[in-house]
Structures are given as structure tokens and as C-alpha cells.
């Protein structure tokens, strides 16, 4: 079953930008935890950026503070991760995620969230 629908991966070269974006497959608001995640070979997935339900923040990896921004536009239910500066060590498998979270806390951790993309390839040649 689908969960949502990633798109924008590719390949560019070092310094490049690309634009991530995941269509859910259902109705998403500011109840919602969304975020996008990576995962590299070998690797767990861990957490780039996070936008939190109910205000509570956006959090986003050490390794991607000031190149990456995530957004969520509720009227247009996408969620965007838009990447500048890449680095060659951005390549990964980038996933988008989401979960309904009624109450004010943080998302942080994959287990967070209950619905996933199936996955976009990123990849940065130097």
C-alpha cells in the first residue's frame, strides 16, 4: 500500500540543488509530525528534517543546518525538502514520513512515524 509519493531525486554535482517532494496519501495539517529521513548503505535511516505537530519545532541534522529547508503546505498536502550545497556525502536514499501526533511532543526518531515513502535516490558526484 502506498503511503506517499516521493519525487525530485536525481543526480547532480557537488554544489547542486535539488528540490524533494512527497505527496501522503492521506490529508495532512499541523497535527501531523513530517519529515524526511536517509539512509546510507549499510546504515540505519537517521533524521534530516523534522517538522514537528502543533508548533513544537523544526529540527534539522548538524550536517545539513543551513543547505537543507523543509516545508509543508497543507493546502497543496506536499511535503519539500529543498537541498542547496550539496556535498558528495549527501548521497543517500532519502525517504519522507509522517504521522498523526495530536499532542504537543517532538518527533525525532523513525519510530515516530507510522507512514513512509518508498524512497527517492540522491546522488552528489563531486
Known amino acids: 500500500q502506498v503511503q506517499a509519493v516521493e519525487s525530485g531525486g536525481g543526480s547532480v554535482q557537488a554544489g547542486g540543488s535539488l528540490r524533494l517532494s512527497c505527496v501522503p496519501s492521506?490529508?495532512?495539517?499541523?497535527?501531523?509530525?513530517v519529515g524526511w529521513f536517509r539512509q546510507f548503505p549499510g546504515k540505519e535511516q537517521e533524521g534530516v528534517a523534522i517538522i514537528s505537530a502543533l508548533g513544537q519545532g523544526t529540527f534539522y541534522d548538524d550536517s545539513v543546518k543551513g543547505r537543507f529547508s523543509i516545508s509543508h503546505d497543507s493546502a497543496k498536502n506536499t511535503i519539500y525538502l529543498d537541498m542547496h550545497a550539496l556535498k558528495p556525502e549527501d548521497t543517500a536514499m532519502y525517504y519522507c514520513?509522517?504521522?498523526?501526533?495530536?499532542?504537543?511532543?517532538?518527533?525525532?526518531?523513525?519510530?515516530?512515524?507510522?507512514?513512509w515513502g518508498q524512497g527517492t535516490q540522491v546522488t552528489v558526484s563531486s
Open positions: 492521506r490529508s495532512t495539517d499541523n497535527q501531523f509530525c
Open positions: 514520513a509522517y504521522a498523526w501526533t495530536p499532542i504537543r511532543r517532538r518527533c525525532r526518531l523513525p519510530a515516530d512515524f507510522n507512514y
